[in-house]
């Protein structure tokens, strides 16, 4: 069974950045769709970003297009979230995600444990 561990999460000010990194065990990460989902207190997990199992094809929510960047390393079988320009609406635990399908999105059915990203203003 896969197991995902997300890293680089912490504290930062508003407007700042961090990287996210979910390194993931395994052979089927290479061939997986993977995603980032986040979620603040009190409130349901939220889609943030895929990218296809190639990394050919990335897609974004609404609220983080043209500041987030997602990325992977295959041979690494590790995936990355570059957040910018950060706000503290965005405080929240961050998941890595394996086998997200994007239309309908779905969430896949591995989960990492999650890092917590604190803005703070």
């Known amino acids: 069974q896969v197991q995902l561990v997300e890293s680089g999460g912490g504290l930062v000010q508003a407007g700042g950045s961090l990287r996210l990194s979910c390194a993931a065990s395994?052979?089927?990460?290479?061939?997986?769709?993977m995603g980032w989902f986040r979620q603040a207190p009190g409130k349901d997990r939220e889609f943030v970003a895929a990218?296809?199992?190639?990394?050919?094809?990335?897609f974004y929510a609404d609220s983080v297009k043209g500041r987030f960047t997602i990325s992977r390393d295959n041979a690494k079988n590790t995936v990355y979230l570059q957040m910018n320009s950060l706000n503290t609406e965005e405080t929240a635990v961050y998941y890595c995600?394996?086998?997200?399908?994007?239309?309908?999105?779905?969430?896949?059915?591995?989960w990492g444990q999650g890092t917590q990203v604190a803005v703070s203003t």
């Open positions: 995600n394996l086998g997200v399908t994007i239309r309908p999105m779905k969430a896949g059915g591995s």
């Open positions: 395994g052979r089927t990460f290479s061939s997986s769709d």
């Open positions: 990218i296809s199992w190639s990394g050919g094809s990335t």
